[in-house]
Each structure stands twice: as C-alpha cells, then as structure tokens.
T-cell receptor
Framework: EPEVTQTPSHQVTQMGQEVILRCVPI?????FYWYRQILGQKVEFLVS????????KSEIFDDQFSVERPDGSNFTLKIRSTKLEDSAMYFC????????????FGQGTRLTVV | AQSVTQLGSHVSVSEGALVLLRCNYS??????LFWYVQYPNQGLQLLLK??????LVKGINGFEAEFKKSETSFHLTKPSAHMSDAAEYFC??????????????FGKGTKLSVIP
C-alpha cells in the first residue's frame, strides 16, 4: 500500500541552525501539506502546496519557513534559523484531487531544538 | 473558514463500555469530515470519513460516526471499548479554500483512556 514517508524520524539541532525535513508523498497525489504538533497540543496547519507553489499558509509559517518540491518526488520543509519553540512533531501529508478524499500522513519527524 | 471543536480533551471509559467522542464543526461551505487516530509515538491514521453518501459512516476497528447537519456534529462512537483503542482521536474538516487547496483543519484532539 502506498504511503507517505518522512525522514529523518528524529532530528536534534542547535538553536539558530537550519534544518530540512524531508517527505516523499504518494506518487499520484497533487496536494501536499505540512502540519506540526507541539508535544501535548493539537495538530496545527502550517502550509499547503499545489501546482508547484504555496496555496495557503498559516500565521505560524513565517519567513523562517520555506517549502520546496525540488525534483517532483520529494517535498521539503526548511526552517532557516531554528528556535526552541520550533521543537515539535512535523507531519507531512498528501492528498489526491477531489473534495472527499482524505489526507495521508507520514509518521512524522520529531524535531528537538536545544 | 472552518473550525472544529472537540468536547473533552480526555475521556476515560471502562473496557467493554460505550465510547463517545464529540465533535462539532463550522464551515462556510459543505464540509467533508474525518476522524483520525494517533497511537503513541505514531502518525495519524484515518479511522473514517464522511463523504455525503451516507450520514452514518463506518470505519475501522468497529468505530462509526454520524453526520448531523442540523447539529453540525460528527460524533465518533464504538459500542464496546477495547484496551487497544487507547489513543488520541482527532476530528477534522476539509473544505476547498479557493486557492487551489483543500485545507484540513483539526480539532484539539481527545485522548481516550480505557480502564481494564
């Protein structure tokens, strides 16, 4: 069964460093998302990506964040200069076109900023 | 804009008892509704989805949910809880945001504990 894969599963980084979280969405999906979940809190929308551009982003997704689909298969989230409060679980998701299709989520990357 | 409210951040039930997790939504367009489950240290797994074909939706692991438009609700139920149901459950609403994107908005989640 096709699945969304994310790497790494756990990333530890020092405050101020850049991190890149990687995702391989399901191959025939066209909508891509990043969500984050701070420990013990709700799953929060960060950004959606469609047709090679950001279609929507939340207030959380400030200038420190960027997304890219560099080669038609990977979908990356970059945090330019990490802060302690960026520590969270980051989930990638992808979705087929259509109003009633569900998003398929990866297993997540746990980012710890120290 | 859409939003989801899950009543009760933590629900405890005895093994074999009825599970009821509440979800209310608001959406300016016809919604598509989902329940996801998150087991400890894992990602989000789809339990079931409402696609407008039937108001009572059956999902995996014996869960079902009923869409009630008049109450803007999509509560999740299971007749008899099992220890393996202990997890966090998220209700979500998807609506076309008009920017080439279907945005999925999650509720805050309800942690289900099952007491032996």
């Amino acid at each position: 069964e096709p699945e969304v894969t994310q790497t790494p599963s756990h990333q530890v980084t020092q405050m101020g460093q850049e991190v890149i979280l990687r995702c391989v969405p399901i191959s025939n999906h066209l909508y891509f998302y990043w969500y984050r979940q701070i420990l013990g809190q709700k799953v929060e929308f960060l950004v959606s990506f469609y047709n090679n551009e950001i279609s929507e982003k939340s207030e959380i997704f400030d200038d420190q964040f960027s997304v890219e689909r560099p080669d038609g298969s990977n979908f990356t989230l970059k945090i330019r200069s990490t802060k302690l409060e960026d520590s969270a679980m980051y989930f990638c998701a992808s979705m087929k076109p259509g109003q009633n299709t569900e998003a398929f989520f990866g297993q997540g990357t746990r980012l710890t900023v120290v | 804009a859409q939003s989801v409210t899950q009543l009760g951040s933590h629900v405890s039930v005895s093994e074999g008892a009825l599970v009821l997790l509440r979800c209310n939504y608001s959406s300016s367009v016809p919604p598509y509704l989902f329940w996801y489950v998150q087991y400890p240290n894992q990602g989000l797994q789809l339990l079931l989805k409402y696609t407008s074909a039937a108001t009572l939706v059956k999902g995996i692991n014996g869960f079902e949910a009923e869409f009630k438009k008049s109450e803007t609700s999509f509560h999740l139920t299971k007749p008899s809880a099992h220890m393996s149901d202990a997890a966090e459950y998220f209700c979500a609403v998807s609506a076309y945001s008009g920017a080439g994107s279907y945005q999925l908005t999650f509720g805050k989640g309800t942690k289900l504990s099952v007491i032996p």
